[in-house]
């Protein structure tokens, strides 16, 4: 059964760390190259980071390059996201999200069902 | 501020058609391919078109994707009450090395 399922969320202090994660299965996840989209309260989707699907290339959005850090597990079929200096900007639900590719973009073609991620005093 | 600029909202009647549009620059829809993804509250997003206009598998043909220089559009026909979502489009943009999305246009079917 093919399945995304994210971990790790929670409520979190301003200026601290917190790592989410996104449990794979039902298909070769050393294959394609993974994303983490975010969406904000009721606002739209914003796309955070992209991890090949060796881990040797990594992307990431403006808004968190420098505090977020986006690995995975090929041996345990895992994706993560360690977020550092969090702020109430990024309070937000993460989903995890297949790419339809190996190394780059092409779409979003999988997706877990999210994570809530709350930074607040 | 979005990169790509959706209406915010768009409305039809059942069995009306109904188009989206989405606007980017040369960065983006016009050097790359756009997505479209639906999303109902609550819900994770679902692809609905890539490539420009390619439907997964599942997806009815009442869903289609056009793109012309740097603007795509979605088009819904034959509308029907479980269209009602929040919908989006999204493609590469070659100058920030990111993936960018429209704001989102929800949809209404009065």
Known sequence: QVQLVE???GVVQPGRSLRVSCAVSGFTFSNYAFNWVRQAPGKGLEWVALISHDGSNKNYAD????????FRDNFKNTLHLQMNSLTSEDTAVYFCARDQ???GHKWFDLWGQGIQVTVSS | QSVLTQPPSASGTPGQ???ISCSGGSSNI???TVEWYHQLPGAAPKLLIFNDFQRPSGVPDRFSGSKSGTSASLAISGLQSEDEADYYCAAWDDSLHGVVFGG???LTVL
């Open chain 1, 7 to 9: 971990s790790g969320g």
């Open chain 1, 63 to 70: 808004s968190v390059k420098g505090r977020f850090t986006i």
């Open chain 2, 17 to 19: 058609r109904v188009t």
């Open chain 1, 101 to 103: 590719s190996s190394f």
């Open chain 2, 30 to 32: 016009g050097s790359n």
């Open chain 2, 104 to 106: 989102g246009t929800k």
